[in-house]
T-cell receptor
Framework: DVKVTQSSRYLVKRTGEKVFLECVQD?????MFWYRQDPGLGLRLIYF???????EKGDIPEGYSVSREKKERFSLILESASTNQTSMYLC????????????FGAGTRLSVL | SQQGEEDPQALSIQEGENATMNCSYK?????LQWYRQNSGRGLVHLIL?????REKHSGRLRVTLDTSKKSSSLLITASRAADTASYFC????????????FGRGTQLTVWP
């Protein structure tokens, strides 16, 4: 089974802190994604990556950056956390020859105080 | 931006009844997918239907696709309390690069 692991299920940070959310997948997938999910707004794509060291902005990249130094790991960075970044963050990966079916991690619920 | 738009936003039924959720989209697609999300968890892929397919079955799930109307439906037959979850449709907008565009989802509640 494909496994996508997010480093934390719950995280509490202070305003202004630099926050790292880590995601690791074990299926050698080319594509990896970071979403945030807020009530009533569905899933919004923050960043995605097609390959190592490649990144593309999604719909809401402001206030975030990403890093993909190894194929299996995709990190989301909040440079200076703000209260409006309190949300559920979901990581996903996909294999392009598999119809681009996305496999999701369990999510990280981040609270910024 | 959202691609799929599911309706209804919320659906409440009794165990044993069938649940039907709909999804509309606006662009051409290669395939359409349905996902399920239990409360507070990640999404899980349920089924993929290609643009040249009209209907697909998987267990108690039946998905239809009408590309002329740019719409899809997900039918869950003989619903169980364990089917309580949010259901999302997702399309690729005709791209093969991997990005999916999700709707806002239908919250299904199945009462025992």
């Amino acid at each position: 089974d494909v496994k996508v692991t997010q480093s934390s299920r719950y995280l509490v940070k202070r305003t202004g802190e630099k926050v790292f959310l880590e995601c690791v997948q074990d299926m050698d997938h080319e594509n990896m994604f970071w979403y945030r999910q807020d009530p009533g707004l569905g899933l919004r794509l923050i960043y995605f990556s097609y390959d190592v060291k490649m990144k593309e902005k999604g719909d809401i990249p402001e206030g975030y950056s990403v890093s993909r130094e190894k194929k299996e790991r995709f990190s989301l960075i909040l440079e200076s956390a703000s209260t409006n970044q309190t949300s559920m963050y979901l990581c996903a990966s996909s294999f392009y020859r598999g119809g681009n079916i996305q496999y999701f991690g369990a999510g990280t619920r981040l609270s910024v105080l | 931006s959202q691609q799929g738009e599911e309706d209804p936003q919320a659906l409440s039924i009794q165990e044993g009844e069938n649940a039907t959720m709909n999804c509309s989209y606006k662009t051409s697609i290669n395939n359409l997918q349905w996902y399920r999300q239990n409360s507070g968890r990640g999404l899980v892929h349920l089924i993929l239907i290609r643009s040249n397919e009209r209907e697909k079955h998987s267990g108690r799930l039946r998905v239809t696709l009408d590309t002329s109307k740019k719409s899809s439906s997900l039918l869950i037959t003989a619903s169980r309390a364990a089917d309580t979850a949010s259901y999302f449709c997702a399309t690729d907008r005709g791209s093969t690069l991997g990005r999916l565009y999700f709707g806002r989802g239908t919250q299904l509640t199945v009462w025992p």
